[in-house]
C-alpha cells in the first residue's frame, strides 16, 4: 500500500459511516506487518500537505503499531517489523518530531519512548550526538526536539540500579553543561515567552531524572554545582507574567509558567529533604553534595519558599502542587536546627497570612460543595489530592510546627484560633437574635480554624494546658457549629468531634459523660442532614463514637435505622471508608 492509498484508508477511518470506518479499520490491521507501512504511516503523520485529521490518524496508528510490534515481548513468539523498516523509523523519527504540530509531537513521542526503551543503546548508538547537536543548534524547534529526546533518556534511566546507568553517565556528561547554559539564558531572558517556560520545564525534568539515585560526578565540579543552583533559584525569583495567565480555574492551574516554577520546587523540596542533613547521607558523592548544599543552598533556597509564598499575600493565584512544594519544603525546614534558627521568625507571620488562611473553606470548595458533593466528597479521601492538595500541606505544616515546637509557637497559634471561634459564636448568637446566618467571610475562617485545631489534636490531648481545656472547647464551639446554616460547618463540627472523641471527659472519662453524649448525638443527627458531605462525614464519625463508647447498649435501640442510613448513603456516594464504618 503506498503513500497515496494509506491517505485514503486513514480519510476513511474518519468517516462517518460506521461500515465505511471499520473496513479502513480492517484494512489498516492488516497490513501493520507489511513491509513498509510503519514507514508510510511515519511520513503520511509527518506531511505537512495532508489533512491535519489524517495525520493524526496516522500518527495514533504508527504509535499502536510500534507498541505492539517494535520488539519481541519475553516468553512470546510475537512478529516484529522489518529490520529495515525500524532503521528508517530511527533516521526520520526525530525529525519528524522537531516538524510536527503539538498535537501530532504528542503521539510520535511516545513512539519514541517505545524505541529508546528497547534500542538504546546499543541498536540506536548515534542517538546522543545527534540530539546534542540539534540541542546546540540555536533553532528553537530543534532545541526543543532536543530537549524532548534526552528527557526520553534520562527518564529511561530513573529508577535503575548502579549497573544498569551506566550509558546515563554519558547523556549526563554530555548534556549537563550544555543545559545549564541554556538555562541560564532563559532565566536571565527578558521576554518571558510560553516557549520559555517550556524549556525551562523539560531542563527541570532531565535534571530531575538524571539525578534521582545518585549524585553525578558533574554536580560535584564547583562552576556546575553552583551554575544549577543558583539557575534554580533566580527561576523561582523570576517575574511572572501575569497578564498572560489564562483565566479558568483548570487553565490556570495547567499554565506552562506555573508547571516550570513546579518543576524547580519540586527539585528544590527534594535536595533538600535528600542533603538537608550531610550526617545522614551516605558517604561518598551524596555526603560531599550534601556538605555543599548545606554549607550554600539551603539558606537561600528557604528563602526562596517564603518568596513563593508571599505571593499569595498580594492577590496573586498559585496552583496548588505550586503551593504545596513550598510548604512541604518549610515544613522540613521546621524539623532540622539550622534552618528552623533562619525560619523562626517568619512562622507567626507564615501562619497568620499564608497558611491559616489555605486552611479556610474558600470559593473554589464552595462551587464543588454545590455542583457536585459527591465530588467533594470523593477529593476529600483521596489520597493523591491528600498528598498534593493545599490544604493538606499547610494542615501538615500547623502539626508539625505544634508537635516540634509546641512551646514556642503554640500559645501563639491557639490563642490566634481561639480568637476566630469566639469571634464567630458571637456573630452566631448576634445573627440567631435578628434570624440571620453568621457572615460567608466568618463561617470560612471558623471552618478553617476547626481544621487548624484538628490538625494539632494530637498535640493538644498529649500537653497541658490544653488537654483539660478540650472538653470545655467541644462544649462551647463544635456543638453549636452542628446546627450553623452553612453545611461545611456542620460537616467539619462532625469530622472535629471525631478528632476528640478519644479525650478524658471530665464526667465518666472516655466515651462516657454528658458532653460525650451530646456529641454523639449530634453526629448521629448529622446523618440526617440535607447537605451529602455533612452525612459522609457524619458516617464517619460515628465509628470512631461507636469504638470509644464503654457500653454500646443504648445503641441497640437505633441500630436498625442507623444501619439503613448507612447503606443509603453508600447508594449516593462510594467510600471504602464508609463501608468499613459498618464493621
Not at 542517538?127 to 526520553?152: D, I, K, Q, W, Y
Request: aromatic letters at 8%; glycine letters at 4%.
Amino acid at each position: 500500500m503506498n503513500v497515496q492509498q494509506l491517505c485514503a484508508v486513514l480519510q476513511g477511518c474518519l468517516s462517518a459511516n460506521q461500515q465505511e470506518r471499520k473496513q479502513a479499520e480492517a484494512i489498516l490491521k492488516q497490513h501493520e506487518l507489511a513491509k513498509g507501512y510503519v514507514v508510510n504511516l511515519l511520513r503520511v503523520a509527518s506531511e505537512p500537505s495532508v489533512d491535519l485529521s489524517v495525520r493524526q490518524v496516522a500518527s495514533i496508528a504508527f504509535k499502536q503499531v510500534a507498541k505492539r510490534y517494535w520488539e519481541a515481548e519475553n516468553d512470546k513468539p510475537t512478529q516484529v517489523l522489518a529490520a529495515e523498516d525500524k532503521q528508517l523509523v530511527r533516521e526520520n523519527l526525530l525529525e519528524a518530531i522537531i516538524r510536527v504540530p503539538h498535537i501530532i509531537q504528542s503521539q510520535l513521542n511516545e513512539v519514541l519512548i517505545t524505541i529508546v526503551y528497547c534500542d538504546y543503546p546499543e541498536a540506536w548508538p548515534g542517538l546522543l550526538e545527534t540530539t546534542m547537536a540539534h540541542l546546540t543548534s540555536n533553532e528553537e524547534a530543534r532545541m526543543h526536539g532536543g530537549l524532548l529526546v534526552l528527557r526520553v533518556l534520562a527518564r529511561k534511566y530513573e529508577f535503575r540500579d548502579d549497573e544498569e546507568r551506566a550509558p546515563l553517565t554519558a547523556i549526563i556528561n554530555s548534556s549537563f553543561p550544555v543545559l545549564l547554559a541554556l538555562m541560564q539564558q532563559l532565566v536571565a531572558s527578558p521576554a518571558p515567552t510560553p516557549q520559555v517556560a517550556e524549556f525551562m520545564k523539560l531542563i527541570c525534568k532531565v535534571f530531575w531524572s538524571s539525578t534521582f539515585m545518585a549524585v553525578p560526578d558533574v554536580l560535584l565540579q564547583p562552576q556546575q554545582f553552583s551554575g544549577w543552583m543558583m539557575a534554580f533559584h533566580q527561576a523561582v525569583r523570576k517575574p511572572l507574567p501575569w497578564d498572560q495567565m489564562p483565566q479558568g480555574t483548570d487553565d490556570r492551574r495547567k499554565w506552562i509558567w506555573f508547571k516550570a516554577i513546579k518543576w524547580v520546587l519540586h527539585i528544590m523540596y527534594r535536595l533538600f529533604n535528600r542533603f538537608g542533613e550531610p550526617r545522614l547521607c551516605s558517604p561518598g558523592a551524596d555526603h560531599e553534595f550534601g556538605k555543599l548544599f548545606e554549607t550554600h543552598v539551603t539558606s537561600q533556597f528557604l528563602e526562596d519558599q517564603l518568596h513563593v509564598l508571599h505571593q499569595l499575600t498580594t492577590s496573586h493565584y498559585l496552583s496548588p502542587r505550586i503551593v504545596n512544594l513550598a510548604l512541604q519544603y518549610l515544613t522540613r525546614a521546621v524539623e532540622l536546627k539550622g534552618t528552623y534558627k533562619q525560619l523562626k521568625p517568619q512562622i507567626e507571620p507564615l501562619l497568620s497570612k499564608v497558611v491559616l488562611p489555605l486552611l479556610c473553606f474558600d470559593d473554589e470548595d464552595a462551587a464543588l460543595w454545590e455542583e457536585d458533593p459527591q465530588e467533594f466528597v470523593r477529593k476529600g479521601y483521596d489520597v493523591l489530592e491528600d498528598m498534593m492538595g493545599t490544604k493538606t500541606a499547610a494542615a501538615n505544616f500547623v502539626t508539625t510546627v505544634g508537635q516540634k515546637k509546641p512551646k514556642t509557637h503554640l500559645p501563639w497559634l491557639m490563642a490566634r484560633l481561639n480568637g476566630v471561634l469566639v469571634a464567630h459564636d458571637a456573630a452566631a448568637k448576634a445573627a440567631a437574635a435578628g434570624g440571620l446566618s453568621v457572615p460567608q467571610q466568618l463561617a470560612r475562617q471558623m471552618d478553617g480554624a476547626m481544621l487548624a485545631i484538628g490538625s494539632l489534636s494530637n498535640t493538644l490531648k498529649a500537653r497541658d494546658p490544653y488537654r483539660s481545656q478540650l472538653e470545655a472547647l467541644l462544649q462551647a464551639h463544635v456543638l453549636p457549629a452542628f446546627a450553623s446554616a452553612h453545611g461545611h460547618l456542620r460537616a467539619k463540627a462532625a469530622w472535629l468531634a471525631k478528632e476528640f472523641a478519644n479525650i478524658q471527659f471530665s464526667e465518666g472519662g472516655e466515651g462516657r459523660g454528658p458532653v460525650f453524649n451530646q456529641l454523639m448525638q449530634a453526629v448521629i443527627s448529622s446523618l440526617h442532614d440535607s447537605e451529602l458531605p455533612v452525612r459522609v462525614e457524619g458516617v464517619m464519625a460515628l465509628r470512631t463514637f461507636v469504638e470509644e463508647l464503654e457500653d454500646a447498649t443504648p445503641l441497640k435501640p437505633i441500630l436498625a435505622q442507623l444501619m439503613d442510613s448507612i447503606f443509603k448513603l453508600m447508594n449516593e456516594v462510594w467510600n471504602g471508608k464508609l463501608a468499613s464504618a459498618t464493621e
